[in-house]
């Protein structure tokens, strides 16, 4: 064990497994999720090599192996909980997805919400026993957020009772899915329904496109991989073509919308039975949004403790990198992002468990506030991610760029989550839809519930931007409450802002949609401040749920550094709204440097807490034992260039230009 | 051609060509980096197989290839000037750093500087005709900013007259230099000198590290490949572990400092030798900066004017994303910046050609304040470069993600710049340091002149952190004399604030090293505004130099878009310093919006004046024509994972799965 990360584990104020009970959601959960990693962590099978080593063929077959064992031993240990299949997962393929991702979290659950009880006999246990392996393919090349732009079509046959699949374009053909290039041999396709000469819209076919035996792909089928990426290499996100391909009638997913033989369309009782599910996914990206940061967090800080470097005072040793108060200044503020996240992941997981009951029953009152949140908030929180996994990898100086650091996998796994599943300037655009209809509403006397409530009629409304000197100041910058406060109210007002241009637009004669769209930037800031008072509000809510005095002193301590730290990075907006005074501004930044010196002895155990198993965490940086430079020693040595001393470029390439000179 | 693309540039307001021209220095140069480039693209040996599609080993096994041909080439087209050599490898490996690299930026070059006659005989023909190629072996597993802490050591014995080199500790391996691992057999070692029994710091030995006919390491030496990175694949940077390794005592570089054949150290004449080299490199950097952002700008904006997505008005096709308000206020303050940093780039070039006559003349005196300018400026556009790919990358949707896009290999390959040739925190610090030398020496009563001569007792003196309404406003945003001052008098409140940090510090009776560090956030931040002040203002400046009405009046709304894009992004300094009024920010939020408009038609032409050829940007997205998707369809399709129809996994793991379950 380095010494020095020893010393910072005994300067912690506080009980790191109490921490690491309250991340969980309590003892009985650390305890039960230390169990399943530790299913996985000794179990042979699941060894590999590191994938950095390997071409990228090697790494999709690694990868197809690994999950092919993971089905097994899942149902061996009869584990059913999808939280609990997810923390298996997780372990088995940390922090990289795989190729049957998409059969298991869309494949499987799309049959079972919208197949009919004939579908379910016909599909759901061959996809269950992987004879069927299924993904789910709907975005287009041309085509991704605008569902009514997509171009593939299926068209009604009375004549054979069958639906003819086309992919009329280049920009047509499906585009992305995962595990559609090489691993499934079955599709739910999204395509326009033509039927009786009339255009229905999107809905949804099960369309074989490989044969069940072979693998080889069927006639009409055009299927393959799209190329490297930015990261997912382990998965063969894939295109496909689809050319006059003939699927039964019984193939259309009829739970709800239906064609009957003669092709007569039955409309499905609502249109919001599918809403559920893209609220619960971006939810869970909040919540793996504060993974990937306490993962970060957790490699830049403790390498920072262990990596010596330069000098404060002349003569001395080289003082560890976490004493320099830039270098805390980027990370402890992305440690606090960390845990506000965290608590978010949580508040916005359980409020959607809770009103899941209510959606399944139809009753659809809190959706949409949940989700215009969740939207939002992927939004919001994917993007400070995607900064701040990169902040942490550029504190760690050159190392972070070697993959050992586990560093730049991070990032290239989790960037794409600011695009799918919801673009995030769309998202933050969906948010702001939301808070303008609210905003609406309060003005013409309604009174709104639950999270947008502040923009009701009230106090907020005699606040506009004015000078500071106009409105007295009542803001106790140490005290979260109040600090809330000033987030509500920056909230509102940006949001009346917003608002307002759009009204000014419309004055100048704009439509609707122009004023919108000339409106954009200033309804992005808007969605932007609201989901930035959303997180305050959490964070601080949750320290009232912490008894332990010691845990609850260091995440007050955190929450206050989030809060200013927020403050700080946007002090025009509080300054413009006379929100804050210009000498509350300078205090807020003496008082961040407080706050950095405070945490500094806390830092390691803070990530400890995290609890992350070096096998799951995968880097050489972040090690627990903090032994970093020989084993990053070794790491290289295994690298594949090394396999030979003298590379062949050499006797190819290098000696014979001697000559040639 | 796409008809779209088509459309935009017959909307330009100006001379492409003229642009262009600009850009290059004169129509001249526009010419010769023509020839140059069609040298390279003409010539059927560059020919490769895209990178993205091979092996880690393929990757450099073919970019030996083509810098061997390259090197052979420039021979024959006798190509000497620095410029053009730097012209033609970009062109010969487009984005990517190549294996050569140090062998030819660094080996050589510092042959030339710190060689002795006998020393260049002995070593510069054989590396001009590459039987010697070598690197340039500084930084050590622990130890990378802070040379003093490098641990390789060379201690003088005069009974055989050698040097004998050691890495004592695995810290002290030397790790990272580009081609050390594979392609390099020697390397000029920086180690710490003892002779006699007494230590003198940092020197440079040349140590040949394998044999060069067979190319196997000498005895003594480990060398190998520091394993795969983020970005660099073609590139082997290595790690070299020194075991008692004796050189000639004629390997040490003499031309300044030297050991006597009985051990007697003479010391160099100056310290300052070295110096130029490295504000030259940073230099340089700012000109790599202007050109990566330059790229990233043509891929999203040309994409973005084919892309066609959801819908502003309904019933009308789905418009260019380009006239999504969001989308223009992503990418065009991206642009503008990547105009702003061409014209700083060649600023800060110009200067140091201009100075470097007097340097090789042992005249320093314009040096400290180009090495204070060029650290700083290297971090300000590293920094928000490294962030602004990203935004490009992202606002390309999905297919950002892409390998085929070319912008994640843009983002990887130039990220490390934010780290190496000063890491930007530490460059960020060096800048303060000068400013807050000059602060006290203008308080002291001196007169500075250059750049920093903002700095002496004048008008801004009497500008304080205060309420707005307590000073008259004079500021023009629409004038860009005015908003340099108002960056000029931002700048000047931050040095002033940190320099007071620092005081008050020292009068809590913290040491000046402690004072120091704990100002480290105020430091930084100053640093920020003053290269953020001389951007804009270079940027100005360059408008005087442009005689043709349109191109000045395109770049004039570039540059203000600049300036003022700047404001809004840390509108808080300006209000916090009452350099600006609430209405003002409000009025320059909505002047922005007017500006993207207003720029709108001349986007892709502007992008277009960047002149990167097709094959040099390498980009599906950012093609000429904008025949995006067939060309990305194609692409895909020669993927290696589609190299079979069938992955041999599918019969390995996933069909005998099936029996299991």
């Known amino acids: 064990m380095n010494p020095d990360i020893v010393k910072e584990r005994q300067n912690a104020t506080f009980d790191v497994e109490k921490l690491t009970n309250i991340l969980d959601g309590g003892p009985q959960k650390t305890k039960r999720r230390r169990e399943i990693e530790s299913l996985v962590l000794s179990d042979q099978e699941f060894q590999e090599e590191d994938p950095n080593f390997l071409s990228r063929s090697e790494r999709y077959d690694q990868a197809v192996r690994k999950s092919a064992h993971m089905i097994l031993k899942l149902r061996e240990y009869g584990i059913a909980d999808p939280e609990e299949i997810y923390c298996y997962k997780n372990c088995v393929h940390p922090n990289r997805p795989e190729p049957l991702d998409l059969h298991l979290g869309m494949f499987l659950p799309t049959l079972l919400n919208q197949a009919t009880p004939e579908q379910m006999d016909r599909f759901f246990m061959p996809a269950w026993n992987l004879e069927i392996i299924g993904t789910y393919a709907q975005t287009e090349m041309g085509h991704g957020t605008h569902l009514r732009g997509l171009e593939t079509t299926a068209t009604y046959d009375p004549a054979t009772q069958e639906f003819v699949l086309n992919s009329p374009t280049v920009s047509s053909i499906k585009w992305w899915p995962g595990g559609l290039g090489k691993t499934s041999n079955h599709a739910i396709v999204l395509a326009q329904l033509y039927t009786q000469g009339n255009f229905h819209g999107l809905h949804a076919f099960i369309v074989p496109i490989r044969d069940t035996n072979t693998h080889i792909p069927l006639p009409g089928i055009v299927v393959g991989d799209i190329g490297p ?34 092709g007569t369309y039955v409309k499905p009782p609502s249109s919001k039975l599918t809403y559920g599910t893209m609220v619960f996914i971006r939810s869970m990206i909040v919540g793996v949004s504060a993974q990937t ?313 803070l990530v400890d807490a995290f609890d992350f198993h070096d096998k799951k965490l995968n880097s050489v940086l972040g090690r627990y034992d903090g032994n970093v430079y020989e084993n990053m020693f070794e790491w290289a040595r295994r690298s594949p260039l090394n396999a030979t001393e003298v590379h062949e470029s050499f006797h190819k390439y290098l000696k014979p230009l001697r000559s040639k000179l």
Not at 243 to 256: A, G, Q, T
């Open 229 to 262: 990426k930015f990261g997912f290499n382990e998965v063969d996100n894939g295109f496909l073509k689809l050319d006059n391909v003939r699927i039964p009638r019984e193939n259309m997913l009829m739970k709800y919308a239906k064609v009957e033989p003669d």
């Open 293 to 605: 940061l306490a993962k970060s967090c957790t490699i830049a800080i403790r390498y920072s403790a262990v990596r010596r470097q330069s000098e404060i005072r002349p003569g001395e040793p080289e003082p560890q990198i976490l004493d320099y108060q830039t270098q805390q200044y980027k990370l402890f503020p992305l440690l606090a992002m960390a845990y506000a996240f965290q608590f978010v992941g949580q508040y916005i997981s359980e409020t959607y468990h809770r009103i899941s009951e209510d959606i399944n029953h139809g009753d659809f009152n809190e959706l949409p506030e949940l989700h215009a949140l969740s939207a939002g908030l992927k939004a919001f929180t994917t993007w400070a991610v995607n900064g701040g996994i990169e902040v942490c990898r550029m504190s760690c100086g050159g190392h972070g760029y070697s993959r050992s650091s586990a560093l730049p996998d991070l990032y290239v796994e989790f960037t794409p989550t600011c695009t799918y599943e919801g673009e995030n300037t769309v998202m933050m655009l969906q948010t702001a839809r939301y808070l303008v209809k609210s905003y609406r509403q309060a003005r013409e006397g309604q009174r709104l519930s639950g999270i947008v409530s502040y923009l009701n009629e009230g106090d907020h409304r005699r606040v506009q931007p004015q000078p500071v000197a106009a409105r007295p100041t009542v803001v106790d910058i140490n005290d979260l409450a109040s600090l809330v406060d000033v987030y509500k109210l920056r909230a509102a007002i940006l949001v009346e802002l917003a608002a307002k241009s759009i009204q000014q637009e419309l004055q100048r004669r704009k439509s609707q949609e122009d004023a919108w769209n000339n409106s954009a930037i200033d309804l992005v800031r808007a969605s932007d401040a609201h989901c930035h008072y959303v997180v305050v509000k959490l964070f601080t809510d949750k320290l009232g749920e912490i008894g332990d005095t010691a845990v609850h002193s260091v995440l007050s301590t955190l929450a206050l550094l989030y809060a200013l730290h927020g403050i700080t990075e946007n002090s025009g907006d509080f300054l413009q709204a006379g929100l804050l005074t210009v000498p509350q501004v300078l205090q807020i930044s003496v008082r961040i440097k407080e706050l950095l010196s405070q945490l500094r002895p806390n830092a390691v155990p």
